[in-house]
């Protein structure tokens, strides 16, 4: 690269640098499912920031939904700061399903606020029939109450072998497409349940049951076709967010930058 082209990449990078990032922080608002998403004109609070963040809750088997905007001095975003997370927790007669998003950016002014908007309309409007998701879930991972009447549990444990648990454990790294089956022993993880992560790099699908046997990747896959058909996930291996993880517009034109002095 000549010193030419070395002069004007630099004043490229600094006219992008020199435009401190605008951010909404200090926002929070509680609403619930009876009413649409409407974003709340007190939240009017715009600052300089390296970064912008946004936290989203969603408590889906009660309706309450929360919307939070932050700011930050530090501009580095790590994946991790990225992600969803998704617990579906069910027994004979009832769930619960909570659906967090964590957003951080610095590609433009108000980035967090603005996706934030976006995610909030889509998952407010989502409407659950928990009845109906018991009902196709219970035969494949909620088994008869441990007691002295009952069989002790047979579970997957992490060499393949039937092993006698409280619980069965299940763990698909969806983007590996790897499997790790293991037998829980503690009372605290005796509860069916279902918990789904998602960040840019990674994706993960984990499985909690109480039947003989459940963790097999056969229950696993029927599992996901149930999340997937009742929109629970967005994607038939188990994803919460469908769409791929976008690059910054910063990231994107100084890529664009270099290979253009590359080809000269």
Not at 24 to 51: D, H, W
Not at 130 to 137: C, T, V, Y
Not at 182 to 202: A, D, F, G, V, Y
């Amino acid at each position: 690269m000549s010193l030419c082209q070395t002069y004007i990449l630099l004043l490229l990078l600094s006219l992008f640098s020199c435009q401190a990032l605008r951010c909404t922080t200090n926002c929070l608002y509680i609403y619930n499912s009876s009413t649409p998403f409407l974003y709340p004109e007190r939240c009017n609070q715009i600052v300089s920031s390296g970064k912008c963040g946004a936290m989203l809750t969603f408590y889906f088997h009660t309706g309450e939904y929360f919307f939070s905007l932050s700011s930050d001095s530090s501009s580095t975003v790590y994946n991790s700061n990225n992600q969803r997370r998704g617990l579906l927790q069910i027994s004979e007669s009832t769930a619960s399903l909570s659906h967090y998003v964590d957003i951080e950016c610095k590609d433009k002014d108000d980035c967090a606020k603005d996706l934030a908007i976006k995610i909030s309309i889509e998952l407010s409007q989502r409407q659950y029939d928990f009845s109906k998701i018991i009902n196709e879930l219970s035969p494949y991972i909620i088994g008869p109450s441990l007691s002295t009447q009952n069989r002790p549990l047979k579970c997957y444990n992490s060499k393949e072998k039937e092993e006698l648990c409280a619980s069965c454990f299940l763990q698909n790294q969806i983007i590996k497409n790897k499997i790790t089956q293991s037998c829980q022993t503690t009372s605290s993880e005796l509860q069916p349940s279902i918990r789904m992560h998602q960040n840019p790099t990674t994706a993960t699908f984990d499985l909690t049951c109480t039947r003989n046997l459940c963790n097999t990747k056969s229950i696993l896959n029927i599992v996901k076709d149930i999340l997937f058909k009742y929109n629970v996930t967005q994607t038939p291996d188990g994803r919460l967010n469908g769409s791929r993880f976008q690059i910054s517009v910063f990231l994107m034109i100084i890529t664009i930058i270099f290979a253009f002095f590359h080809r000269f």
